[in-house]
């Protein structure tokens, strides 16, 4: 069921290192050029980009349940049919960030089998549960948010099928952005109640968000390949800050508190916020976050329980070209 | 502390679109609930698709209900403030998703009378159903061509997928018959032609149906007892349970607005 890739690259040709084609590919990147598919790329920068787009593109697909938990309790109709159109959305983005992917000769397939062999990774953030409503609306806020503050550079990724990629989820994402900060006023200017669930996410949210950008830029182990080749193009520290200095507004415009009571301005304006438990983030990614075994089993019993109907499919569609194949011999 | 239940005036009209206001709402739910657990990335599109059309006609349905009646009720408290023997869904839809054939089969057998019954109602005598069932009718030919397009795959597919089609077919084809009665509160709306009368729809249902069955090799039961009862409210057991879900949140916060 899963598409081919797009085009199937001469891995022994591509994968010689050669001096001096590494110099022109280097010297096209710095000229700010697209590089495309069927470009001459260097095999590490290749294995980078796959890595990075399928991991995003897993990052979308197990993205979906945290707030698919929510789609059949949302507290009105408005915004049920929201949800689920945003949920959708999610799983467009995976797949066109699969098929991003597969343009550098990785196939859905194998990819999809490593994330739930459990060899891949996706976004931390989606191992943290959803428990009230007033999570959705943190999620569409601040998860949402830190991913467009990182997908924007991406829209000028060297790459271009991951740049264009990321210019339509950017666009998307703002779109949910928008609608999660509604939530959130909705909650704030609501019932006493309403108001406390709203804080109650917050404080659970705020800090995991921040990890969302990945660890201090000293510890950062892709960055400098990753910024030589313009796939990055601002650190982690440099995106969490932006990130921490456009969202403090929103938070005190909605009367929620940030729940960092050293967080302060410095005289540059920048909100400089208390250390980050990078113990916890390390957890998270190494499988002990709250939900990293429910995800995970949520995806493998999908993939599980629908084999036999990409089975079917794909038994049908084979009967139907040998029907096809006896009419034409006829 | 729980939100009690509103009280509806059912007038025939308001009785007759709330009828079909909670079946969209109920099968689009049921929809919604595969949304990050179906058999693969295209179906989790495809399925939330035909879900949002449906919540999109069930807003519409309520909407247009709640004007009729004109007692301060709106499509959120049609929906989330009423309880199982208030609504009046055909049993069919709150049937439980099952496996991708069994959803595909409820799919199935309403869009193709659902489909019907909107081209139909295109020529009501009340203005704002015939412009929902305008649109209405669009998409439900949408979900027949989807849903028909797996009956077939599944039935000619393997011989699991084959066993298991089958087995939702001779399921859910006793919950088919409700979908052509009408009481009298209905039969009034039919006599002046506001509403059409479902009976006729059934000989074009059966041929649609039975063509599609056939191309997947499937057969259609014999049985021709039909359970009834969902549009007079009274329910299987599994919409409870659906509506505890669903009216969780609304139900738990006197005075919120969402």
């Known amino acids: ?330 | 502390m729980t939100v009690a239940n509103i009280s509806v005036s059912e007038t025939p009209l308001v009785l007759y679109t709330l009828r079909r206001a909670d079946d969209a709402l109920i099968l689009g739910h049921r929809l919604s609930e595969w949304c990050g657990h179906a058999p693969m990335l295209e179906e989790d599109m495809a399925l939330a698709n035909m879900g949002l059309d449906l919540l999109g006609q069930a807003r519409e349905l309520y909407a247009y209900a709640a004007r009729v009646e004109g007692k301060g009720n709106d499509e959120d408290k049609l929906a989330y403030l009423r309880d199982a023997r208030q609504y009046r869904n055909l049993l069919l839809l709150e049937q439980p998703n099952g496996d991708f054939a069994r959803t595909m089969v409820r799919q199935f057998l309403y869009s193709t009378f659902a489909d019907l019954y909107w081209r139909a109602m295109m020529r009501s005598g009340d203005a704002t159903l015939a412009a929902i069932a305008a649109r209405s009718e669009k998409e439900s030919a949408y979900h027949v061509r989807h849903a028909s397009e797996w009956i077939v795959r599944l039935g000619d597919g393997t011989e699991e997928s084959h066993r298991r089609a089958q087995s939702a077919i001779d399921e859910l084809w006793a919950f088919t018959g409700e979908m052509f009665a009408a009481d009298d509160s209905e039969r009034g709306l039919i006599e002046v032609g506001v509403a059409v009368d479902p009976a006729g729809l059934r000989a074009p249902w059966l041929k649609a149906v039975s063509e599609v069955a056939r191309e997947a090799t499937l057969d259609l039961p014999g049985n021709d007892w039909m359970q009834q009862g969902g549009r007079d409210g009274r329910h299987s057991e599994h919409l409870g349970h659906l509506l505890s879900e669903m009216q969780s949140v609304p139900r738990s916060f006197p005075g919120a607005a969402w």
């Not at chain 1, 799983?91 to 194998?110: D, K």
């Not at chain 1, 959705?136 to 998860?143: E, P, Q």
């Not at chain 1, 109650?200 to 949210?205: E, K, N, P």
């Not at chain 1, 916020?273 to 995800?295: K, T």
Request: hydrophobic letters at 40%; a neutral charge; aromatic letters at 10%.
């Open chain 1, 1 to 330: 069921m899963y598409t081919q890739a797009l085009n199937t690259p001469d891995r022994e040709d591509r994968c010689v290192e050669d001096a001096a084609r590494a110099a022109q590919f280097q010297a096209r990147i710095d000229a700010e050029e697209r590089i495309e598919p069927n470009d001459w790329m260097p095999s590490a920068y290749r294995k980078t980009l796959t890595r990075q787009i399928s991991q995003h593109a897993h990052s979308e697909i197990v993205g979906m349940l945290p707030e698919g938990n929510w789609i059949t309790r949302a507290p009105s109709l408005r915004r049920k049919a929201a949800l689920l159109a945003k949920v959708q959305d999610e799983c467009g983005h995976g797949l066109y960030l699969y098929a991003a992917a597969e343009t550098l000769g990785a196939s859905r397939e194998e990819l999809v089998d490593l994330m739930l062999a459990g060899k891949a990774k996706y976004s931390s953030i989606f191992n943290y549960p959803t428990l009230s409503w007033a999570d959705i609306g943190t999620i569409g806020w601040l998860v949402d948010g830190a991913a467009i503050m990182n997908q924007i550079p991406l829209c000028r990724c060297s790459y271009g099928p991951y740049a264009r990629a990321m210019i339509r989820v950017c666009k998307e994402e703002s779109f949910h952005q928008r609608q999660g900060f509604e939530i959130m006023l909705t909650l704030c200017r609501g019932t006493e109640a309403q108001k406390a669930m709203a804080q109650d996410a917050l404080d659970r949210w705020w800090w995991p968000v921040l990890m969302m950008f990945g660890p201090p830029d000293k510890l950062s182990q892709h960055s400098d390949a990753s910024t030589r080749w313009k796939i990055k193009r601002f650190s982690n520290d440099e995106l969490r800050q932006k990130f921490v200095d456009a969202t403090v507004p929103q938070a005190q415009f909605l009367g929620l508190t940030i729940p960092d009571p050293g967080m302060k301005q410095n005289e540059a304006g920048n909100w400089v916020y208390s250390a980050i438990d990078w113990e916890e983030f390390n957890q998270v990614i190494a499988g002990n976050g709250p939900c990293n075994r429910d995800r995970l089993a949520a995806r493998r019993k999908a993939h599980d329980e629908g084999a036999w109907v990409r089975e079917a499919a794909q038994a049908y569609a084979e009967k139907r070209r040998q029907r096809t194949a006896l009419q034409a011999a006829e």
